[in-house]
């Protein structure tokens, strides 16, 4: 389903494009080109709410998609669920402690997903250095990701105290190639933030295909388990001060807006293909006892 609404035109696609002047969370269709061709696009989705209003394609358009959408959706945070039950365990808290902030019922849930395609290369060339997607943490509790077998380039930067400048280092970085059923979990930067640093969130990237590599298509689900807008993270060693999820990603921007032109989809091909090899973006918080200007805002 994901692939035959990846598939339709791209003028359909565009009535569903991002509201990019919600700065809670931004929703709907993007994509990120050079002038080769395209890097990425995808739709990122959450649940049925208020803040998915026009973004959602029409029966018309994609039949079947919204209800498939959902019930994938709900599937996959049952997993979701299992796996913050252990980690629960294994932090010495009650297995059900992570349920309720992270019910996916609730109005003000946080949680998303985002179908992806990374076009074809086939044919095409690229400059060194390109990557389809920048090295980054994400922003969320956990993500389960569904790749295709067949279809490398994600890698991940691996290490505990691994430094955004570590994470540009491209001696690094090690492939995370699908596996058949397997499901790749990321820890995010709220659950760094939750676990008082014990969970490290992971930075990761996506490289462009190598010569000897598949070239086609390249598709992925990620779905983002998070917290309620309203949950209140706070470890119980209160390493870091209290924050809500919407903090966390004012705090994203406000950092993303000291080193980004208003949009980086404005770089010409060189500037950009720089900026990926230069940046890598990570949680933004320090320990309370350590300067932190970046969660006042």
Known sequence: MSVRYLSLPEQTRARHVKDKSNAAYILGWSERRVSAGQLTHGMLMSYDSPRMEGLWPSEEECPGFKETMLTFMHKVHRVAVDIMSCLAIGLGLPEDYYLQPMDPDASDCMTAMSINQYPSWEGKA????????????????????????????????????????????????????????????????????????????????????????????????????????????????????????????????????????????????????????????????????????????
């Open 126 to 297: 690229h400059k060194e250095g390109t990557l389809r997607r920048i090295a980054h943490t994400d922003f969320e509790v956990i993500t389960l990701l569904f790749q295709r077998s067949g279809e490398p380039g994600l890698e991940v930067c691996a290490g505990k105290d691994t430094t955004p400048q570590q994470a540009m280092q491209s001696g690094l970085w090690v492939p995370c190639d699908p596996r058949e059923g397997a499901i790749t979990v990321n820890i995010g930067d709220a659950l760094q933030y939750w676990s008082d640093g014990r969970l490290k969130s992971t930075y990761h990237r996506v490289r462009m295909p190598r010569a000897e590599e598949f070239q086609g298509d390249r598709y992925s689900i990620a779905y983002f388990a998070n917290t309620r807008a309203s949950t209140l993270l706070q470890g119980p060693e209160k390493k870091y001060a209290p924050i809500t999820f919407p903090d966390i990603l004012a705090a994203k921007k406000k950092h993303r807006k000291s080193f980004m032109k208003p949009s980086d989809s404005d770089m010409p091909d060189d500037e950009y293909i720089d900026f990926q090899k230069a940046t890598a973006i990570g949680p933004e918080f320090e320990p309370v006892n350590a300067a932190n200007t970046c969660i006042e805002a």
